[in-house]
């Protein structure tokens, strides 16, 4: 089996390094359009997580929610705050040095947006699966995961070591 397990991780690999090159041609092909980038700011990652984050929560999410529930640094979430309320994408409302911030309309809009091109980057790297074979994949690769994740291994560290993604 030690063959078949070598070929299945090179394999694998490979995998991963096509589907990060079509990931990266849907968004090329994307941002030829100017949809998802905000004049001003450079770091469109940021924005983008916290558009996907607010989407989900109409009420909006304190600073604190947002720092320490979803690990956004206060440097990177004030940056990407602060190109949303430029960019008429959210609003905040301050209370005690905190604030809230909620998407508007347009925001809303643009974190439809950013899930559609998901939608797009899923179908580009699987559209030659069928679905059975698109759930019977999902359940193996999620069976990998749980093994990962009950693993004796300090993740943190190893990612801050390696410089992981």
């Not at 001003?40 to 999410?61: E, Q, S, T, V």
């Not at 409302?93 to 998901?118: C, S």
């Not at 093994?147 to 300090?154: F, H």
Request: proline share 2%.
């Amino acid at each position: 089996m030690s063959e078949l397990t070598t070929k299945l991780f090179l394999d694998i690999k490979e995998f991963e390094k096509y589907q990060e090159m079509l990931k990266c041609q849907v968004h090329i092909d994307e941002e030829r359009h100017g949809e998802y980038c905000l004049p001003g700011y450079p770091d469109r990652h940021n924005f983008h997580h916290l558009l996907r984050i607010l989407r989900d929560h109409k009420d909006g999410l304190t600073s604190d929610q947002l720092i320490f529930d979803y690990d956004f640094r206060p440097s990177e979430l004030d940056d990407a705050t602060s190109a949303l309320v430029n960019n008429n994408l959210a609003t905040t409302t301050t209370d005690n040095d905190k604030y809230r911030i909620h998407l508007t309309d347009e925001g809303i809009e643009v974190a439809h947006k950013l899930l559609t091109r998901r939608e797009k980057i899923a179908e580009a790297v699987y559209r030659s699966l069928s679905e059975n074979e698109q759930r019977d994949l999902d359940r193996i690769i999620n069976i990998l995961l749980e093994d990962y994740k009950n693993r004796d291994v300090n993740y943190t560290g190893l990612n801050a070591i390696c410089n992981c993604k």
